[in-house]
């Protein structure tokens, strides 16, 4: 199983990725900003995406809506600090499977990976 | 840090406890979720120039409906412990995931902070990172800034919020 992290934050890339690598994913691709990211797909797809909302250049949103104009259905979990309702409900609009807000305990993030990864 | 107004104050008023009351619990959350650490918030300054800063500060912008910012400032043994509890190796020194540490701190307590200050339409920038001893954090001519004081079990830190045309 190969996943794209995308977060501007190098240490929450980290994070993500010591939870990745604790349910035995180890392929994993990093992405610094959101047209990384969407280059990073285009380039080789993934079975999963992780991604900031807020970073340099393009959005997480505008990652999950360039990546599902693409016609791809691979599941995206957005993980970010926007928790207003109107901004869940734009996300789901646009495309996002799932949605973990920071701060976030190590568990919930487990439980979304679970999920997932064990599809 | 300087401010247009050196004011301090004893005690809070209400509305001053309604506006620091997001960043107190969102710095709470953030700590012990994040990272297993009680922090406690044993004092608040307002508008004080005079106030000591720590070593590393991480700062997010705040704009739309209101303009201002948020600084987080950890001392450098506060900064080194979150990024090894974040990575699972403590850094010997200062470096890229320590700074990245305060970074994403400040990034997490604004971002969260904001969407609890039934205030709709405030929007959180990238956060910056300054550090060094005596290091300097200048807010606006005019900006209301409360600073809550916290002890945390690796030493102190302090969280600023700094808006401009806000009367409490």
Not at chain 1, 15 to 20: D, K, Y
Not at chain 2, 89 to 112: K, Q
């Amino acid at each position: 199983m190969k996943v794209l992290v995308a977060d501007d934050s190098g240490i929450m890339r980290k994070i993500i990725i010591r939870s990745l690598n604790a349910v035995g994913v180890s392929d994993i691709v990093e992405a610094a900003d959101g047209q990384e990211a969407i280059d990073a797909y285009k380039a080789e797809p993934v079975d999963l995406i992780l991604t900031d909302w807020n970073m340099p250049n393009k959005s997480g949103l505008d990652v999950v809506t360039e990546i599902r104009a693409l016609g791809s259905t691979v599941p995206i979990i957005m993980v970010t600090t926007e928790a207003q309702k109107s901004q869940v409900i734009a996300a789901i609009q646009a495309g996002v499977s799932d949605y973990l807000t920071k701060p976030f305990e190590a568990d919930d993030l487990r439980a979304k990976l679970d999920k997932f990864v064990a599809a | 840090m300087s401010t247009s107004t050196q004011e301090k104050r004893t005690e809070l008023s209400d509305s001053q406890k309604k506006f620091i009351a997001p960043f107190v619990k969102m710095t709470k959350d953030v700590f012990s979720m994040m990272l297993g650490w009680q922090v406690d918030l044993i004092g608040v300054l307002t508008n004080d120039s005079s106030a000591s800063r720590h070593d590393c500060s991480g700062i997010v912008g705040l704009s739309g409906a209101i303009r201002g910012s948020v600084v987080i400032s950890v001392d450098q043994e506060v900064a080194i412990s979150a990024a090894g509890s974040f990575i699972g190796e403590r850094p010997d020194s200062i470096n890229s995931d320590v700074i990245d540490t305060v970074g994403e701190l400040a990034n997490m307590i604004g971002g969260a902070s904001k969407d609890k200050m039934g205030i709709s339409g405030i929007s959180v920038g990238l956060p910056t990172v300054v550090t060094g001893k005596d290091h300097r954090v200048s807010f606006e001519p005019g900006a209301h800034v409360e600073m809550l004081q916290f002890s945390s079990p690796h030493g102190p830190l302090t969280v600023e919020i700094a808006v401009v045309g806000l009367v409490l």
